[in-house]
C-alpha cells in the first residue's frame, strides 16, 4: 500500500506563497489518483485540489481555484500543491490523500492519507 509523507508546511504572511509537497512510497505512485485536503479549527475536513494518475485531469475548489496549483512527479514519487496569493483563511492543516481509480474531489473516496503539514496565514 501506498505511504504518504507531507511537508513543505509553515507560517507566512498574506499574499506570500508556499510549496507543500507529499512524498509516497512504492512504484505504484503513479497508478493513484491524488488529492489534497485541509482542516481548520472547528471545521470539517474539505476537499482542496485532486490530480489524475498522469496529471492531465485536475481540479480544485472554487476558494483556491487561481491562486493554488496541484502537481505531480511520477519520477519523485512526489505532488506538490503551489500556494500562491495566500489569504489568512487558507490557515489549515493539509493533507494529502490518494486513491485508485478516477481523480475524486469527495473525502471519504481516499483511502490513503498523510499525517498532515500546518500551514498558517498571517496578516
Known amino acids: 500500500q501506498v505511504q504518504l509523507v507531507e511537508s513543505g508546511g509553515g507560517l507566512v504572511q498574506a499574499g506570500g506563497s508556499l510549496r507543500l509537497s507529499c512524498a509516497a512510497s512504492?512504484?505504484?505512485?503513479?497508478?493513484?489518483?491524488m488529492g489534497w485536503f485541509r482542516q481548520a479549527p472547528g471545521k470539517e475536513r474539505e476537499f482542496v485540489a485532486a490530480?489524475?494518475?498522469?496529471?492531465?485531469?485536475?481540479y480544485y475548489a472554487d476558494s483556491v481555484k487561481g491562486r493554488f496549483t496541484i502537481s505531480r512527479d511520477n519520477a519523485k514519487n512526489t505532488v506538490y500543491l503551489q500556494m500562491n496569493s495566500l489569504k489568512p483563511e487558507d490557515t489549515a492543516i493539509y493533507y494529502c490523500?490518494?486513491?485508485?481509480?478516477?481523480?475524486?474531489?469527495?473525502?471519504?473516496?481516499?483511502?490513503?492519507w498523510g499525517q498532515g503539514t500546518q500551514v498558517t496565514v498571517s496578516s
Open positions: 512504492g512504484p505504484t505512485f503513479s497508478t493513484y489518483a
Open positions: 490530480i489524475s494518475w498522469g496529471g492531465g485531469d485536475r
Open positions: 490523500a490518494a486513491k485508485l481509480g478516477w481523480t475524486s474531489t469527495t473525502v471519504y473516496e481516499y483511502t490513503h
